[in-house]
C-alpha cells in the first residue's frame, strides 16, 4: 500500500482531461490503483484587504470606528 500526491500534468492526456483538480491523491493496494482529486481551499483575496489579515475587521470598517471615537470624544 502506498500513497502519493501527483500533478495531474504528469498523467496521460485522456485522464488528464476527465479530472478537474490540479492534484489527484494516488492510492495502490493489492494491485489497484486510485486516484482521487484532490480540491484545495485558496485563499481569497478579499480577507487580506483591510487593516487585519484574519478578515475580522476592513478598513472601511476600521476607518468608521475611528471617526465615531473622535465624534464622542467631543
Known amino acids: 500500500m502506498s500513497d502519493m ?6 498523467l ?5 482531461s476527465k479530472i478537474k483538480a490540479e492534484k489527484v491523491l494516488f492510492h495502490e493496494e493489492n494491485g489497484v490503483f486510485t486516484l482521487t482529486p484532490v480540491l484545495e481551499e485558496k485563499k481569497s483575496f478579499d ?5 487585519f489579515s ?3 475587521l476592513s478598513i ?3 476607518l468608521k ?3 465615531l471615537e473622535k465624534v464622542l470624544e467631543r
Open 60 to 62: 472601511d470598517n476600521y
Open 5 to 10: 500526491v501527483l500533478d495531474i500534468n504528469v
Open 12 to 16: 496521460p492526456r485522456t485522464l488528464f
Open 47 to 51: 480577507s487580506l484587504i483591510g487593516m
Open 54 to 56: 484574519d478578515g475580522k
Open 65 to 67: 470606528d475611528k471617526q
